[in-house]
Each structure stands twice: as structure tokens, then as C-alpha cells.
């Protein structure tokens, strides 16, 4: 199929494509790369200014000016010549080898598909709620600059997520602009002959059809989805319409055009990923439809398809609790997805059923989209190594009896894609200090180099960017007070709120309870005294959304207002509304310090911490996510003890008093204490130990590098050696579980004898494999850790086979007796070197 993507392709004819220069223009502007590399920003901004400071979106812009203001612009040839050197630069880097070129040349991986319910790109684009669509829009990026051939997958929202207006009453209320198709950074994905290209999903009831769009995101390119097709059913037109919002059928008919859909869409434009990684579970029915394209091209059953095309797939886990699983009832699912399963995949739904359950399943059980993403997916892995923890706990029900630590499930700890991030100003040091490639490859020598600039410059750039921000947060406050009904007074009033020599901390995120955004307000006048101190105030910043369905979550809010409205306070603590990538790119380069107050261990990872460290912000941070495996005392303050407390309100209330001793004995004092030049000392002296750190280790850039090392390059060989031959040893593998299955019931061991000699253990035991090969298992003797030692997990002998497979094979081991014989015992699981245990194959048998 011919596809055309030419740039200036537009929803509307009206374009000026005949002006000179428009289309090289045009073609700029549809190319996210703006977003974080700035070199264009000179020319929207010469094309309306004031635009561009609302909107950021060069594409909604070159649509609003008048033809004969870009016909002037062009006509001049320096503009002209700027131009063509940002087009040369664009093409230039879009084609040069980078690092993945120069790592791995010739390299089997040429496409991992990266599936996602909403990528945040930029504020122009937005099809975003917040860190799930960081995380996807981070990664995109930095495959560009690493140049992994990553190609994102999700969908174009009519309205997106809601935008949050603070009412007088300090409530919030949600409104939804709706995101106009043709104003965005993005082109229909067109045949050659101009027709859409439109995907038709086969779906009970009626069909779904589905238009595509493409993203260019630097060398990478997200493709969007979206049901907003006038051939629809009138409300499947609006499937696509909110992102989180609706009922659980709406939210499976999304997570159908995501994963079913979408997989389609790569298959119609001739792209086929060696890997798919899914990034959270509502993807996970990409993994049905690709086995059933594999069924298709090769002729092979579900079963073998599947086990040819999971080790491709990669599965990244998001949530820290159970409920944060997407589920749906089993009625939902036999009716959207009861055919296709016994017509398309020749499975039963009871199969079908088994794949997003556990084991022992009731009937009754919910349809959980991370357990069919565990069932169809080579590797697994959490956002942090606290988060994998917690998540092999959580996930253990699919691998019954198997010891928790060998859950199947790592982690790739998150991070941010450092030059969306990082203000001009720190673009500026960090580019003095290390270099304009610095995060184009390798980063491990960056630590040094940002460690030589000078107590007086660092400090110099911090001050700056308090003036800076302060400025922003007048500008946006008063906008801020007007649209919520305030008095222009009161409104102008704002801009003198705030000090840029004052501490300043900043606190943003989704208003969540388990995030206890209201920790600061736990003893509203020792709160108080902390602000107003007249030697050593504090200023402080909020932002955040709460879903619209969570009340508890919008109560704080309220909570925050109505302390913020006190006439002592109101100079102090400001809170700005409707918390987006825009508002967060001025927070995270303005604050002194960050905080996050979760109940461990519930932020998986949290990332908007990350976001300060290029720009010198410090974090004062609960001993979760993330920061629990970055924190040292040298380079910023920890909370909480590192266990976990649930939300037992006593210990909040102590954790409430320590953030308050934190703040008055550590953090003002150490930013208040100045040398003879002004300069905090010990303050620079941490924030450059968490700069030069902590940048490059929690940066996207080594994220990519470690998905792409550990899991895409492994996987993509994987699933060439499964599907080779038309699927050849996946045809193996299958039917190998298929005997496992049969013969594991009947397997036992018969009798295990100890002998002690001298100071070693000599065990031997009578196998029955029932009818499986000593190549098929593994018999291992087991001693669970004490105090200090490692859990023994050794090897037994087969020493003897007997000649009727159905008779007893005898297994021998020895080993040092350290431990009380009570301690060992002995059990089996299947062995392979080809299949992953116990992710693909679960069965295990203890002796005890
Ligand atoms: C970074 C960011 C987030 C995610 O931050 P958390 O640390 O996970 O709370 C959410 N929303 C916006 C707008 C962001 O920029």
C-alpha cells in the first residue's frame, strides 16, 4: 500500500501552499522536534508573538496568520536562509547515525512499536493526563536522539483530558476544549490517490472505522487512532473522545482500537515490529491481534502463534496497587471479543477468559488487562526497583507457589528526556560544560564535567531562574484570577505576590489521596510560622488536577484555596491551575525545591522530581519510587523511614511533624546561610552533587539504553529464532507445554533420603516424572536465607535413569551442611533453555 504523508498535507485546502517557503515552513512546524530543541522558536515567534506564548504550536500558527504575513516573512531572504539551515539541520539529523546505528550496526531490531493510551509531547498535542504520558512522550523523544527505531502507537482524543479552572468558590471544574484536528501537529495518513486511509474493526454489533495520523516526533513517529469517522455508528463517533473519562465498556471499545486497532494500522502502512512494547496494560489486545496475524501468514494455531510472538512483546507495569489493574467483567469481554476469539483466533472464550485471569480463577472474575499482558509478553518489568518489588507481590497470584523474588517481573527505572526539561538558561550551562551531543549518547562522563562549574556560577544560574519564575507566576496568577471572576484589583494585585530571593518550594501533581498533596497542611499555623518568618520566609507553589470523578481528590484542592485566600498567607503560597507540560516546564526550572509527600510504596516511580535536577532544583522526597533508589544525604532530603504504613493517619501525622522539622532545622537554614559574596555554599554544594549525579542516571536517554540493551535487542532475537521456519520451535514450545500440562499432575517425588558426612548433607531422592524427560525439569534442593546467608538454590544430579520413563529417577546432590536439615527441601519446575520460567511455563512442585 502507498501511503502519503506528504507535510503540508492539511484537513482544509485553504492553506497557503502556493506562497514560497510555506512548505519548508509548514514542514518545520509538523516536526515535534521543536518541542524540545528551541532553534526554531525565533521564527513563530517573528511570525505573532503573542501566539506563540499562548499556544506553543507552530502548526495552529502558521494556520492563523494571514497569508500576506507569511508572504512578507518569506520574501525575506535572511529569513529565507534561516530556514533552509534549519531544514538542512533537521534532515541532517534525522539521517546521520546515532547511537543505536553506531552500537549495534546491522543491528535485527528495525521496529520496536510502542503502544500507548496518551503520550504528552507537548502542550500543542494534547492527548495527555499526566505521568503515564510523560513516560511514553519522554521515550519517544529520546529514541530519537538515540536513534532506536521506536515507533509510537495511540490515540487521537476529540477532547483529551478535561482542563481544570479554578471557580471563585475555589472549586475546581473540569471543561473540555476540543482539539481540533486540523490545528494540530499532525497530518491524516492519506493513500496516494488522497483518500483517507481508514481501518474497519469487525466488531459485534456494528463496525468500527477507524482514520489514522501521524506524528513526526524528530526521527521517530507516533501514529494516532481515532473513531471520529462520519461512516460510524453516531456513538462509537465519540469512543475516541475523552481520555479517562466515560464508562468501563467505553474505556474496552478504546483499549480495542488501541491495542486490535493499532496493530492493524502498522500491518496496513507494512510495518512489522519485531517488538512491541506495551507501556501499561490497555494495550494488551495488540498481543491477541498480532498472534492472530501470525496465525494468518503462517497457518499455525493460537497457541503457537502466541508463543512465537510474546517473546517480542514487553510489558512495562505502572501501578503500585492492585486496583490500578484495568479490569473488565467477563460478560464485557465474551461480548466484544467472544467471536473474534472462536472465529479469529480458534479459541474458546473460556480460553480466551484463562488469558486475563489468574490460575485458579472463579468464574465470576474480572477480565484483567496486566494479566493478559503478563500471559502474551516475553519480559516484564516495573518503573523502579521498589516498584518491581511491590509488583511481584502484586502479580504473584500468576505464578502460584512460586517464592516471591522469583515473580518474573525486573524493573527499568523511569526518567525524563533532559532537554524538554531543562530551561534555556540551564541548556545554556550544562552546553558550556559538557556540549551540545551530551545526551545523544552516552552519558556517563557528564557527572564530571557539570561538577567544574563554580559554586558562584552555579548559584548566579539559580538566582536567575527565581527572578524568572517569580515574573511567570505574577503573569499566570493574574490571568489566572481574571478567568475565575476575580476583580482586575485583585487580579493586578498578583503582581507583586512572591519574593525571588525568597525559598521556594513547589509541590505539583495529580490531586491523589495516596499522594497527600494536604501533608503541608496537616498543622495549618506551623505552617504558617514556616512562611511568614520574617528572617527566613518561604514561598510556596502549588498546582494539580484531581479526576473529576474524585471528590476526595478535589476537597483538597478546595483545602489548599481556602488556606491560600487567608490575607497572611496569600503572599506566600500561590496555587496555579490547570497543571500541564507547559506549567510543569516553568515550575520544575523555577523552584528551589521539590516535594512529594506519597505513601510509600504507592508512587511507582513519580518522574516530575526528576524534571528539576537539570535546572539545580533539590528534592525533599518520601523514600518512594524512584527517589528511594536515588536519595543519598548529599544530594537532597529524604521522608518517611523507608516502610511502608499504609495510610495509617497516625503516622501520616508524625511524617507531617518530621517535613515540618525537615523544612525548619535543615533546608531554610542551609538556604539562608550565606558567604561574603552571598552565595549558599553548602546549598551549591548539594544541588551540584545532585545535578552532575543524579541528571544523567534518571534521564530517558539511559532509560532507552537499558530497554533497548536488556530487553528490545533480546527480544527481537527471540522472536526471529520463534517464528523462523513458520514458526518452528514455537510450534515445539507449545506443544511442550502442552505436555507439561498433561504430565505435571502425576509428578511426585517418592521418598527423599538425607546422609550427613562430616560437614556435608548428601540427598538423594526417587523422581517420578510421569512420562517427562530429565531434560524437561530441573530438581533443585532449596533453604530458604538466614540471617545474612542467600537462599540456597542447588542443582540435584539425575544419577540414574530408569528404563520405564514412568518409574522413579533418582536425583542426588550435596552440600555444606551450614544449615539445620529441617531447612531444605527439595523441588521441581520445568526446565528449557529456550522458554523463559516461570514467566511462560508456572508449574512447580515442593516437597515438603
Ligand atoms: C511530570 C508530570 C507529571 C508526572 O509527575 P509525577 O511525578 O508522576 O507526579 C504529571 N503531569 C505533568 C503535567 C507533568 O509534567
Known sequence: MSINTRSSDSLYSALPTEVDGFNDLAELALDLRWSWNHATDDIWKQLNPELWALTHNPWGLLQTVSRDKIQKVTADPAFRKRIDALLQQKRQAAESPAW????????????????????????????????LGNVAGDQLKAASDLGVPVIGVGLLYQQGYFRQLIDMEGNQQAVYPYNDPGQLPISPLRHANGEWLRLKLNLPGHPIWLRAWKVQVGRTKLYLLDSNDTANYPPFRAITSELYGGSAE??????????????????????????CHLNEGHAAFAILERAREFMEKTGQPFATALAATRVGNVFTTHTAVEAGFDRFSADLIKHWLGEYATTELGISTAELLALGRQPQAELADDFNMA??????????????ALHGKVSRQLLAPLFPRWPIDEVPIGHVTNGVHTPSWDSAAADDLWTK???????????????????????????????????????????????????????????AEAQHLFDPNVLTLGFARRFATYKRPNLLLHNPARLQRLLTNPERPVQLIIAGKAHPADEDGQALIKQWIEYIRQPQIRQHAIFLSDYDMFLAEHLVAGVDVWLNTPQRPWEASGTSGMKV????????SELDGWWAEAYSPDIGWALGDGKEHGNDPAWDAIEAEALYDLLEQQVIPEFYDRDDKGTPVAWTRRMRESMARLTPQFSTNRVVREYTEQRYLPAAEAFRLRSQDNGKLAGQIADWQQTLSHCWQGLFVDGMTVKQEGDQYLFSANVLLNGLAPKDVKVELYANAVDGSSTLRQSMDCVHIPDDPMRAHLYRSVVPASQPLTEYTLRVFPFSDDVSIPLEVNHIYWEH
Open 613 to 620: 535536577l537539570v535546572n539545580g532544583g533539590i528534592n525533599l
Open 250 to 275: 467505553m474505556r474496552l471499545m478504546q483499549e480495542l482500537v488501541l491495542g486490535i486497532g493499532g496493530w492493524r494500522l502498522l500491518s496496513a502502512l507494512g510495518i512489522e515490529p519485531e517488538v
Open 433 to 491: 560544560a559538557c556540549g551540545k551531543e551530551r545526551w545523544l549518547g552516552t552519558t556517563e562522563t557528564l557527572c564530571k564535567s557539570i561538577r567544574d562549574v563554580s559554586d558562584e556560577d552555579l548559584w548566579h544560574f539559580r538566582t536567575d531562574a527565581s527572578h524568572k519564575f517569580v515574573e511567570y507566576v505574577r503573569e499566570h496568577l493574574s490571568q489566572q484570577l481574571v478567568a475565575s471572576g476575580t476583580s482586575p484589583r485583585t487580579a
Open 100 to 131: 543505536f546505528q553506531q552500537s549495534y550496526p546491522g543491528s535485527a531490531l528495525n521496529t520496536v512499536a510502542y503502544f500507548s493510551m496518551e503520550f504528552m509531547l507537548s502542550d500543542a498535542l494534547p492527548i495527555y493526563s499526566g505521568g
Open 371 to 384: 494479566y493478559l499482558a503478563i500471559h502474551g509478553s516475553g519480559a516484564v518489568n516495573g518503573v523502579s
